[in-house]
């Protein structure tokens, strides 16, 4: 397949069935020792591992968290994928997206079997260039997906950017896009045309975080009422209030989780929100470890739980669907940690660690059979 060589560029590129967010630089399996049962998996976990270029997809016991080889997939299209391997499912939960950051930056298609959660490689398209993070919108239609759900290979929009566009979130109204900039100490605030597939800039078009402080990755409570941010250089997590209508942001409050020197980059990670809405939880791959927040039900504004240690260098975890569970990889540990939650306390305990491939960093989380 023929690519078009373009200059780099820092810019969002509206695709994956909306958007994919851009940086200009690089963000910064478990072994099969037991069969699979005969009975179909009801949770599948898929892990992609940015080294070895590879998904390893595992089996999830719902009730212990524990977790069983499947497969392990290959990524295709280039001889790297430098730091990280984003992924995305589309809303369906029958397809998963995943890009290699390396020349000429191809996207991938897999279908997920339903059965077994099994991947077959559906089709590849290159993108403009390495994306950070890679989002689906809830229509899945755009950029443009085909009707088959493969990506096609022109984009419906690019916007330019400030440098390190780290992350995009589109709400559940699939109506408004959120877009963390860590080199402009903002946050982006579109409108999203659900018939089209492109933004176009909210009012205000951007909200000033303190400057520095390196605006990261970016969530929204189950409710529809609050988003979180996590700093990646300062490594705290804002609150902010959504206006319903507009779809803006206003800033809360924002709480440290301690783990920045003051002087060089924390490195925080990434965020997440319990699906019942009552905890958030946030890492810093500094210091390897994750910390929770009780989110308070009328305010949304975070009191600290505790912080615990994880595996080293945790780009990405993800939470279970039931919230029981937080699974957590390492970067430099290449490794899967599986935590349980404390479901009155929003307490992590140890339960589970696996082998990963190498650089592993980003969780999805699939159920195949309804409970």
């Known amino acids: 397949m023929a690519t078009r060589r373009i200059a780099r560029r820092r810019v969002l590129q509206a695709g994956l069935g909306g958007i994919a967010a851009l940086g200009p630089l690089p963000l910064s399996m478990i072994g099969a020792r037991k069969a699979m049962a005969d009975t179909a998996p009801e949770t599948v976990v898929y892990v992609s591992n940015a080294g070895s270029k590879d998904i390893h997809v595992l089996a999830m016991n719902r009730n212990t968290g524990e977790l069983t080889v499947i497969e392990k997939t290959e990524v295709p299209g280039s001889d790297k994928s430098p730091s990280s391997l984003p992924m995305a499912l589309a809303p369906n939960k029958r397809f998963i997206y995943a890009q290699l950051r390396g020349q000429p930056y191809p996207v991938s298609t897999f279908s997920i079997d339903h059965a077994n959660g099994k991947l077959t490689h559906v089709d590849l398209v290159p993108l403009v260039d390495q994306m950070a993070y890679i989002n689906v919108d809830k229509s899945g239609k755009y950029y443009p997906i085909d009707a088959l759900y493969a990506v096609e290979e022109k984009a419906t929009q690019i916007i330019d950017t400030q440098p390190k566009a780290h992350c995009i979130f589109v709400d559940a109204a699939n109506k408004n896009v959120y877009v963390p900039v860590l080199g402009a100490d903002h946050i982006m605030q579109f409108k999203f045309d659900a018939a089209t597939g492109k933004l176009t800039p909210n009012d205000p078009p951007v909200v000033a975080t303190k400057a520095g402080a390196g605006p990261r990755h970016f969530t929204i409570h189950p409710n529809g009422k609050w988003a979180y941010l996590i700093t990646e250089t300062t490594a705290t997590i804002g609150t902010y209030a959504i206006d319903k209508d507009k779809g803006t942001l206003t800033e809360v409050a924002f709480v440290d989780t301690g783990d920045h020197n003051g002087k060089d980059s924390a490195a925080a990670s990434d965020i997440h929100v319990t699906p019942d809405g009552k905890f958030v ?91």
């Open 281 to 371: 939880y946030g890492a810093v791959r500094t210091t390897s470890t994750l910390h929770g927040y009780k989110i308070d039900p009328d305010k949304g504004t975070l009191t600290a739980i505790g912080k615990w240690p994880t595996e080293k260098t945790p780009r990405g975890f993800n939470i279970d669907p039931r919230g029981k569970f937080l699974l957590a990889v390492g970067m430099d540990s290449a490794g899967l940690s599986v935590h349980a939650i404390d479901p009155n306390s929003g307490e992590l305990k140890p339960a589970h660690k696996y082998p990963m491939g190498t650089q592993p960093n980003w969780i999805e989380i699939v159920d195949l059979i309804k409970s």
